[in-house]
């Protein structure tokens, strides 16, 4: 092996000519066809320089999507986005408004297939697509019809799957569900949470992940990491019940975190995919630095189940900043296969 296997987490910066830059709900900049044709370009330069910085299993960079949850809800029969209701959401972490889920959920046509086919269409790599887990979409809205959060995220993971079904038709090798409320509600993660993602994967055929993380390097984010003490122990919650999952690969945040690094071990026999990248900072990690946090996660990783990642999405980053985090990422990675 001349190196580890490389993606990222799932989200990159949209161009400033697509969205405003740095924040995360951008306002569009422009309209109807041509603001789909903008995505579409935004799409395949974000393909291209994933290609040159090295990164072997590339995504769309969600640039066709305002928000990670909100992206997939739009297409979502039965969520009314005009009866929005104050909800301190992630256990009261952020305080947002969220529309209301007001009839029985549907998902009447695709969400993802033009970028799938886009992305299938023009790369010979392999190609991941990132979907919002039920856990954390039922955490992102007010249920007005279901009277039953888990039933109602049993009706989102029977529509994850109906999507997910179909990016694996039009050529997706990887389908990961983004469940950061894992890390907020572990407990119910290991009750019902998993299974919610059994149900979300159920017939698929091809690799399928989870991403569980601290979220973007953002300010909410940051105050709440302060609360969480010198080490963080959460995934010590819901790894072992991950292990025995029948998901294939668990993507977690590792560089600059306060996660016991031995806490790994307890994902023996998945794919992990390493946070090596620090999405909190600006500043770009040298190839030493990205080898010197493969090495130290290889104590407790299996090389043949190590990919290195990006520790959550880079949506709200700088784009000049995000690029040189890819190019940093494959080069830590390459180097980290020769003798340190
Ligand atoms: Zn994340």
């Known amino acids: 092996m001349d190196r580890f296997p490389t993606t990222i987490a799932g989200s990159l910066p949209k161009p400033s000519w697509l969205a405003e830059p740095q924040v995360l709900w951008p ?57 929005k209701v104050r909800m301190g959401i992630r256990n009261n972490r952020y305080d947002a408004m969220v529309p209301t889920v007001t009839g029985p959920l549907r998902l009447p046509a695709r969400v993802h297939q033009a970028e799938a086919r886009l992305l299938r269409a023009h790369t010979g790599r392999r190609v991941k697509f990132t979907l919002p887990g039920p856990m954390t979409i039922i955490d992102t809205l007010a249920d007005g019809y279901y009277g039953d959060r888990v039933k109602m995220a049993f009706a989102f993971a029977d529509l994850l799957n109906q999507e997910a079904r179909g990016l694996e038709a039009d050529g997706v ?64 919650q819901v790894f072992p019940a991950l292990a025995r999952s029948r998901i294939d690969q668990v993507s977690l945040e590792c560089a ?71 190019r940093a990422l494959a080069a830590g990675a390459r180097l980290a296969c020769t003798a340190p």
């Open 27 to 83: 306002a569009w900049r422009q309209e109807g066809e041509e603001r789909e044709a903008a995505k579409r370009d935004a799409t395949l330069l974000w393909l291209k320089e994933q290609e040159s910085a090295g990164i072997d299993i590339v995504s769309d960079g969600e640039q066709s999507r305002q928000h990670f949850v909100h992206g997939f809800l739009e297409h979502v029969e039965g969520i009314d986005f005009a009866q």
């Open 173 to 236: 090798d990887v389908i990961q569900f983004d469940e950061p409320a894992f890390n907020v509600y572990m407990q119910e993660a290991c009750d019902w949470g998993i299974e919610a993602l059994h149900r979300a994967i159920e017939g698929l055929r091809c690799t399928t992940a989870v991403h569980i993380c601290y979220g973007y390097g953002i300010e909410a984010n940051i105050n709440w990491k302060k609360t969480l003490g010198e080490e963080w122990r959460q995934y010590e």
């Open 256 to 326: 600059n975190s306060h996660v016991p690094a031995e806490l790994m071990r307890l994902l023996e026999g998945k794919d992990v995919l390493v946070g090596v990248i620090d999405v909190a900072s600006t500043r770009v990690e040298t190839a030493e630095e990205v080898a010197a946090t493969i090495r130290g996660a290889l104590r407790h990783v299996a090389p043949e189940r190590f990919i290195a990642c990006t520790n959550c999405g880079m949506a709200p980053m700088e784009r000049g900043v995000a690029l040189g985090k890819l």
